[in-house]
């Protein structure tokens, strides 16, 4: 079964390379995708009427330039939603933004693991999501139970897709080390280091309400607390000012806690 699983998704990939060559028409955001966006999508309900139009536009754009296909599953409405959702989110400050490290996005069902086979029992080997490498360079997985988790729990200080688009950011400039460089000024750099080894401190010595999965390197920390930063902006403000104003820095804006 992993062998059938793997060639399929060896397949999906190749047509992505393929297809995503050609770029499609921004099309129309559809009406019948306004109530599912407003009712899943706690960050979009706390715009002006106008950024909010100027969000869905984002979105389109977004669903132009990358191709979505399912794994053992058929892509639906929300599905688009949720995903082109978490990659607005984080570069919503910027005027323009292109995820030009970004080709398709293979969907599962279900949480899988590092061979990318369909997850039998939940353990520290089955993923939600993450970024291709090698074969899967300009790949992103996602899990399609950890993608809804994320944008239906108010509480959790976590979203898995929003977490993938925040590694991409960091890989904007080739390397994937929680220097996001591409939407940083180089003056920040030594200060956020800085920064970044004191919260990780903290987090190991059990004196963070940051998650534990921070501390395993730059780069998850930068997307843990990402995640943390549009989750729960006012917690985080509260408990973390630093860092909340260093990401207030990095992403131009300042999003509004969760009604």
């Known amino acids: 079964m992993a062998f059938y699983i793997a060639v399929g998704v060896f397949a999906i990939v190749g047509i992505y390379i393929f297809i995503s060559t050609k770029r499609r028409p921004v099309g129309t955001f559809p009406k019948e995708w306004q109530p599912l966006l407003t009712k899943n999508v706690a960050y979009y309900r706390n715009l002006a009427p106008g950024r909010q139009a ?22 639906t409405d929300l599905d688009r939603i949720l995903i082109a959702a978490s990659a607005v989110i984080p570069v919503f400050g910027f005027k323009e933004w292109h995820y030009y ?121 930068f997307a843990v607390a990402s995640e943390y930063f549009f989750e729960r902006p006012a917690l985080l403000k509260r408990k973390h000012p630093e ?5 207030t820095t990095f992403f131009k804006q300042k999003p509004k806690a969760v009604k």
């Open 101 to 221: 490290n970004l080709s398709g996005v293979l969907l599962y069902p279900d949480h899988f693991n590092e061979e990318l086979e369909f997850a039998d029992n939940f353990n520290d080997r089955n993923i939600g999501g993450l970024i291709g490498t090698g074969r899967f360079e300009k790949q992103m997985v996602l899990s399609r139970k950890a993608l809804y988790y994320g944008f239906k729990n108010k509480t959790d200080k976590s979203n898995t897709g929003i977490h993938e688009f925040v590694h991409l950011i960091d890989k904007m400039d080739d390397i994937t080390d929680g220097i996001p460089e591409h939407i940083m000024q180089q003056e920040y750099v030594v200060p956020w280091l800085d920064l970044i080894h004191r919260e990780m401190e903290a987090i190991n010595e059990d004196e963070s309400d940051i998650r534990k999965y921070g501390a395993t390197n730059r780069a998850e920390f």
């Open 54 to 75: 100027a969000f869905r536009k984002r979105m389109m754009q977004f669903l132009s330039e990358v191709y979505i296909d399912g794994v053992g599953t058929t892509v």
């Open 243 to 247: 860092l909340y104003a260093m990401l």
